[in-house]
């Protein structure tokens, strides 16, 4: 009878694997001591401690490139403790080796310094020292005149350039110069040879004599005379190119989809943040969030294989299409893609953008024989850059996308507001709104109303947002009606007069005349609330501002009956000091019964009446000078002069149209032009430049 099978050979531990790796490049040293290097630093990698693993390595001179390049692919692909063993393990060797050379490089300028001291009594001792010394450094070591000129360097930095020290001997220092330097090596480097510093450090790429790069960890020295003048630059350089181009890998692969190499979610957010940030007014953006079709029923019926193989097809074909024209194409996850527009000039780019992708994935693609039959849902999003977060947009991108899977996909969704809206309230109300208050994820922005004679602040109107756990921050826009309807609006809206009336108080302690008019929105629901009159009495009284401060803005839309027992509570307001403005004119359908009825002080007209630079570019082209809107604003400004109160015009985004509406008579003005929405400081700033020009 045959006997018991043999046992399959067991996969090698991690222990033994990583001592493995490091009996290949420690052959120096006795096998025990590599054994039970190994086992420590095993242990520490196991334990979370991949970057002191490498600390303990380099310090045991264990500093072979290669070793990190293979000891981070044995850490990547082994399942172990903490987020990043690999990337952990990385960062602690490139820390221990700077260290390292830094000690070594100290040790270099203090032995040169000593030697330099030593001279008088011991020229000749001294000399051959230091010449041992630079001749064996393991870092590259160069010495220039305070004019820049090379007079010698040592054998590492010879091998390092791949030169002979006739190429470098009489060389300018300026003519190593690289297209990758900063403008702060330069600066640094003159600053040192006329003495006004001692020395710098920077990360440095050379060219060698073949033409390849050399990365250099460079630290130049200043050398002073007896009489403590420059008289020579001492430059000790560490090669670190192995290491660069492995942070560099890295970099990558933390910005990069691994499977289909388009940027990943964490580059796509980035991007899309920095368009926000640096974005001019005016500038708009789109958003095609694509999701394929029927992709689950190849994965499920196919293989994931095969779905990966489809899933870097579906990619090549998106970045051909849309790489071209300037969008990017970025991976989210799964089956997910977007494109980002970061110029688009309106809806109809966005739209292009949206069939290029249902185009792209027309025809069947085959893999291993199959003809699979892709298609996608595209959810479109076209927006000014200033009237919507980075996180709201995506969010309003995916939820388009999905109305386009619920028509049967294989089509692209335009983004409608009302519908989107209406999906994040139902959520965001239903679960978390009622606690959010009692959590402080509630907060206040502030944008400023300046005079259009001048541009001084004239006013701030309080803005509130919710940074949502989940959600991310989100505008009025996506909370406020909902709230309204369920009447959360009473809680919020009081915590705002709070919180604005508060920092009102405290310009107006600060600044005193000059701290400007706060203004505070309220709902129908508010303005009809017994409460209202009494809660704006107590927190004026507790906050300390003046009542003629704070200015109530009740949205024109919002319908008041004559009879509206809100107009009671209204007057009772003005009786007090407050004033009110109407905000949104010209949206509503009782706009002068508005006028007639409410005990009113200023106007505040729509931003639709304005419009955008662009369309006011147009009609000049087109001769229409006085255009329409413009002529609408015109009577407007006629109209609330003729009744005493302040109009200011909402949206402006342009000096021409700025110097428009000043030309027309408007009072003040609200939009990017005069800044957007900002933190409390952003303001301050704002009224000290305002006390600056009054006291000159």
Not at 488 to 501: D, S
Not at 578 to 592: H, P, Q, R
Request: net charge negative; aromatic share 6%; proline share 4%.
């Amino acid at each position: 009878m045959n006997g018991p099978a043999p046992a399959a050979a067991s996969r090698p531990s991690f222990p033994e694997r990583w001592t493995q790796l490091l009996r290949v490049h420690g052959s120096a040293l006795h096998p025990r001591k590599i054994d039970a290097l190994g086992a420590l630093t095993a242990d520490l990698v196991l334990s979370g401690r991949a970057d002191q693993a490498a600390a303990t390595l380099v310090d045991a001179h264990f500093t072979d490139p290669e070793l990190l390049v293979q000891a981070v692919e044995l850490l990547r692909f082994t399942a172990m403790r903490g987020p990043d063993p690999a990337g952990d393990f990385a960062a602690g060797w490139a820390t221990s080796l700077r260290e390292r050379t830094l000690r070594q490089q100290e040790a270099i300028r203090a032995a040169a310094d000593t030697a330099r001291h030593e001279a008088e009594q011991a020229l000749h001792a001294s000399e051959a020292r230091f010449r041992a010394l630079f001749e064996h450094a393991a870092v590259g070591i160069g010495v220039g005149s305070v004019d820049g000129e090379i007079l010698t360097a040592n054998r590492s930095l010879l091998e390092m350039f791949g030169a002979r020290l006739d190429d470098l001997r009489g060389r300018q220092v300026t003519d190593l110069v690289h297209p990758e330097d900063t403008p702060e090596v330069w600066q640094a480097y003159e600053e040192l040879i006329a003495g006004e510093r001692e020395s710098f450090q920077c990360d440095k790429p050379y060219y060698r004599q073949d033409g390849e790069v050399v990365w250099t960890h460079l630290t130049v020295s200043l050398i002073r005379d007896e009489d403590g003048q420059p008289r020579y630059q001492v430059a000790m350089m560490e090669d670190i190119t192995d290491r660069y181009r492995l942070q560099e890998r890295l970099r990558h692969q933390a910005t990069h989809d691994p499977l289909t190499g388009l940027p990943n979610r964490a580059a796509f957010f980035e991007q899309l943040d920095e368009l926000f940030a640096t974005a001019p007014p005016g500038s708009r953006f789109g958003l095609c969030y694509v999701d394929l079709d029927r992709f689950k029923i190849v994965n499920d019926s196919l293989g994931h294989a095969t779905g990966d193989q489809l899933l870097v097809e579906v990619a090549g074909r998106l970045s051909g299409a849309l790489v071209p024209l300037g969008h990017l194409v970025a991976r989210l996850g799964g089956d997910e893609f977007v494109v980002l527009l970061e110029h688009c000039r309106g809806a109809h780019d966005a739209v292009a953008a949206a069939r290029a992708v249902l185009s792209a994935l027309e025809e069947p693609i085959r893999i291993d024989g199959h003809q699979l039959a892709v298609g996608a849902s595209v959810g479109v999003l076209e927006r000014p850059v200033g009237t919507i977060t980075p996180g709201a947009a995506v969010r309003a991108a995916d939820l388009t996308l999905y109305r386009a899977k619920e028509a049967g996909g294989a089509r692209w969704t335009l983004y409608d507001a009302r519908t989107n809206a209406e999906a994040v309230s139902r959520y965001t109300i239903s679960v978390r709104m009622p606690l959010a208050l009692e959590q402080g994820e509630f907060f206040l922005e502030y944008q400023p109303l300046c005079a259009l004679s001048d541009g001084s602040l004239a006013a701030v109107e309080a803005l509130v947002r919710w940074r949502h756990p989940l959600l991310g921050v989100l505008g009025p826009d996506e909370f406020v009606a909902a709230a309204e309807e369920t009447g959360l609006i009473l809680p919020l809206g009081r915590w705002i007069l709070e919180q604005a009336c508060a920092q009102a108080a405290d310009w107006q302690r600060r600044f005193g005349p000059l701290a400007p008019q706060l203004n505070v929105n309220i709902t129908a629901r508010q303005a009809r609330s017994k409460g209202l009159l009494a809660d704006v009495g107590r927190i004026l009284a507790d906050t300390g501002l003046e009542p003629s401060l704070l200015q109530l803005e009740l949205t024109e839309s919002a319908a008041l009956d004559p009879r509206d027992e809100s107009l009671r509570v209204l007057r009772g307001l003005v009786d007090t000091g407050v004033t009110l403005a109407v905000d949104d004119f010209g949206t509503g359908w009782s706009n002068l019964a508005h006028l007639r009825d409410l005990p009113l002080a200023g106007l505040k007209l729509a931003s639709a009446f304005v419009g955008d630079a662009a369309s006011q570019a147009a009609e000049a082209a087109e001769g229409a000078a006085d255009g329409v809107g413009w002529r609408i604003v015109s009577g407007l400004v006629s109209l609330a002069d003729s009744l005493g109160l302040t109009l200011t015009a909402e949206g402006v985004e342009t000096a021409d149209a700025a110097a428009r509406l000043r030309g027309l008579g408007c009072d003040w003005g609200q939009g990017w032009y005069f800044g957007r929405a900002a933190a409390p400081e952003a303001m301050e700033a704002l009224i000290q430049a305002r006390r600056d020009k009054t006291d000159n």
